[in-house]
T-cell receptor
Framework: EAQVTQNPRYLITVTGKKLTVTCSQN?????MSWYRQDPGLGLRQIYY???????DKGDVPEGYKVSRKEKRNFPLILESPSPNQTSLYFC?????????????FGPGTRLTVT | QQPVQSPQAVILREGEDAVINCSSS?????VHWYRQKHGEAPVFLMI?????EQKGHDKISASFNEKKQQSSLYLTASQLSYSGTYFC???????????FGTGTRLTVIP
């Protein structure tokens, strides 16, 4: 089944404790992206990747890191989480980096930072 | 660069029609529409590429006015299953980087 998976689905952590949210897709998609969703603000892009070893900042990259060492995986790293990073996070992938295609979203990771 | 969606919320009775608008201040390559049900991930509905093409499937269709950088989503003869939050996403360059609106919450009641 074609899908985007994220782990963990729920995470409660404390300020400053490094964490990683994994994202994997099995559709051989070139393009992958991370979004955060907050009430009243819609989806905002954090980072995106157009191919292996190619990543770039989105709208709200501060406090986040990403890597793309393999085509299928695109982990999101919070080196020192803070309470303002409490949010719902979605990973998404899309077929191509050179044209506009539908994006497939993962199920989401709800992060709470205390 | 975030597009503006209107209305913010709408309540319909089954069978009624609705229009959701999405407007950008930037020139657009494409507009995407997604629907998100409570507690779930956004799900793709359709893409409209510049050229003003109108697309649709079933009773949900959309248009894209390239000159005005506006798109509209049309839901006809609404069903209970149409309830959810609708987001437009705008792509300015064709590189798939989407800016999403803040969403329109649609509620269909019996």
């Amino acid at each position: 089944e074609a899908q985007v998976t994220q782990n963990p689905r729920y995470l409660i952590t404390v300020t400053g404790k490094k964490l990683t949210v994994t994202c994997s897709q099995n559709m051989n998609h070139e393009y992958m992206s991370w979004y955060r969703q907050d009430p009243g603000l819609g989806l905002r892009q954090i980072y995106y990747s157009m191919n292996v070893e190619v990543t770039d900042k989105g709208d709200v990259p501060e406090g986040y890191k990403v890597s793309r060492k393999e085509k299928r995986n695109f982990p999101l790293i919070l080196e020192s989480p803070s309470p303002n990073q409490t949010s719902l996070y979605f990973c998404a992938s899309s077929l191509s980096r050179t044209d506009s295609y539908e994006q497939y979203f993962g199920p989401g990771t709800r992060l709470t930072v205390t | 660069q975030q597009p503006v969606q209107s209305p913010q919320a709408v309540i319909l009775r089954e069978g009624e029609d609705a229009v959701i608008n999405c407007s950008s201040s930037k020139a657009l390559y494409s507009v995407h529409w997604y629907r998100q049900k409570h507690g779930e991930a956004p799900v793709f509905l359709m893409i409209l590429l510049k050229g003003g093409e109108q697309k649709g499937h079933d009773k949900i269709s959309a248009s894209f006015n390239e000159k005005k950088q506006q798109s509209s989503l049309y839901l006809t003869a609404s069903q209970l299953s149409y309830s959810g939050t609708y987001f437009c996403g705008t792509d300015q360059t064709g590189a798939n980087n989407l800016f999403f609106g803040t969403g329109t919450r649609l509620t269909v009641i019996p």
